[in-house]
Every structure is written in C-alpha cells, then in structure tokens.
C-alpha cells in the first residue's frame, strides 16, 4: 500500500494571446498582483497556428508565456483558471468578445498541465467546472509532445521556453 503524501510544488505560468501588445503587459502586471514576481518571461511572437480564435479576436494575434517565481501547489490551478477567466472579462471589445486570453498551467521536473474549462477524453476533471491537461511530458531529457498536444505546443520556439523555465523550477526546488 502506498503512503499518502502531499504534492510537490509546481511552476506556475499564464500564456498570454492578443492582438494588443500593450495588454500583455497590463496582464502581466494584475497577475503578479495576485500570484508575485515575474521570474521569466517569454518574448512576444506572432501567432498563426489555428483560426480558432479569429473571429472573436481578430488577426494578427501574438503569444508570450510568463512565469512565476512563487511556487504553487498543482491543486490550485483550478481557482487560478477561474481568476484568469474573471480578468479577461475585463477586457472585452466592442463585440462582447475578448481582448486577450489568458491559458494558466504549470509545469513540473516531469510534465507541463494545461487548465481548461472544456472536457474532452484525455482531460482530468479538477474542480469548480476546471479540467488538467498534461499536454507535454517531460522524458529521455527533453519535453515530449503527446497525440493530442495543441500545434503550437510541439514548436521549438514553445519547448525552448519551457526548457529554461523548467531549469529555473529545477533550482527553485
């Protein structure tokens, strides 16, 4: 039988989408409000890799990744999605549409979580209507994408981010 023990903790980050580069930083600021200090943060890229978001959104979207110095525990990436949830209604544009989105997960030594609000096969129920993702794992020294890992997730450009934000957990713990 094993012994029950308490998870250990994982890196917390926000991957940010917009058109507006501005928000990106307005965003990175209400976030470290609430979970601290910023210890990496990705650059800002273009973003071409599904016309899921186009119409609500428009073109010309970008993408960059922050990362949290504070380490958290995996449980609460539930209540981190429905808070990041909250802050994109406060962005909304003429259409009732969003401005940004925010996508939360965290990654360990050994996996990379995605926090959604949508179920599908391969995603775990968490809490208050929120499901876990692992979208990358982490073996034979590199991050490994899985069958259903998002495109933009298997890019080099994505995996070198969270290489280095993996080393930087690695000496958090």
């Not at 600021?29 to 601290?36: F, M, R, V």
């Not at 959604?116 to 692992?134: A, D, M, P």
């Not at 934000?165 to 713990?173: D, E, H, L, P, T």
């Amino acid at each position: 039988m094993g012994k029950i023990t308490g998870p250990t903790p994982v890196k917390l980050f926000v991957g940010m989408l917009s058109q507006e580069k501005s928000l990106f930083y307005d965003l990175a600021q209400k976030l470290s409000d609430i979970y601290g200090k910023i210890d990496f943060k990705s650059p800002a890229w273009p973003w071409d890799h599904s016309e899921y978001y186009e119409e609500e959104m428009g073109l010309g979207l970008m993408r960059q990744f922050i990362f949290f110095d504070k380490l958290i525990s995996p449980g609460d990436i539930a209540e981190v999605k429905i808070k990041t949830d909250d802050l994109e209604k406060l962005y909304l544009n003429d259409n009732s549409g969003r401005r940004i989105n925010l996508d939360p997960g965290y990654l360990d030594s050994a996996k990379l979580v995605l926090a959604t609000t949508k179920n599908f096969s391969h995603r775990i129920y968490l809490n208050s209507g929120i499901y876990g993702e692992v979208t990358l794992i982490y073996s034979g020294g590199d991050f490994r994408s899985l069958p259903y890992t998002f495109p933009d997730y298997r890019t080099e450009t994505y995996l070198e981010v969270f290489r280095k934000a993996r080393g930087i957990f690695k000496g958090q713990i």
